[in-house]
């Protein structure tokens, strides 16, 4: 079975400018939000409003992971809505096993 | 650009039973491991590592959220590998916007 997810369009943010930042994160992550690393999640088609808190709460300290609370601290509210919204954009489908 | 992502195969987890169990995981987090709500990660195609560690840390109280503090603490270390190699089992492909 496969199911297209249709990635939800975001209103506020701007899906170019994260594009743009999510550069620092392809290391870990991957260019298209597929991680690299076997630690790391993918990102690829995650909903924005899970990525903008799982950033605010590197960045606050709620949540930690040494890379990660590194990462978020140079992060504005304004690339984290970004980030957000570019990483829900990159469609993704999944098939059953 | 369409990229397949190959599931990587569990060893010592066991896949069958990780599906079952997962069948309380799916009001939120998908049948298929594609979210059902927006503050929901989907976790198909996802590493077993990162995942089996978010359940852990769930379970110990490092990591926290409400309905999943209460879902992990009802979970066993077999529990958490054998979901952890279900949704890694999930074969995901993304398609770059």
Redesign the interface.
Known sequence: ?L?L?P?ARSTAAD?AAGRAKAAQCAVCHGA????TL?????L???????LA?ALRDFKSG???NEMMTMMAAGLSDADIENLAAYYQ?????????
Not at 38 to 42: C, E, K, L, T, V
Not at 44 to 50: L, P, T, W
């Open positions: 079975m199911l997810v990635a899906v298209n939000g597929i991680a076997p630690d790391a999640p993918n690829a088609g995650q909903s924005e409003i899970y808190k709620a949540r930690k954009s990159i469609e993704i489908s999944v098939k059953q096993p």
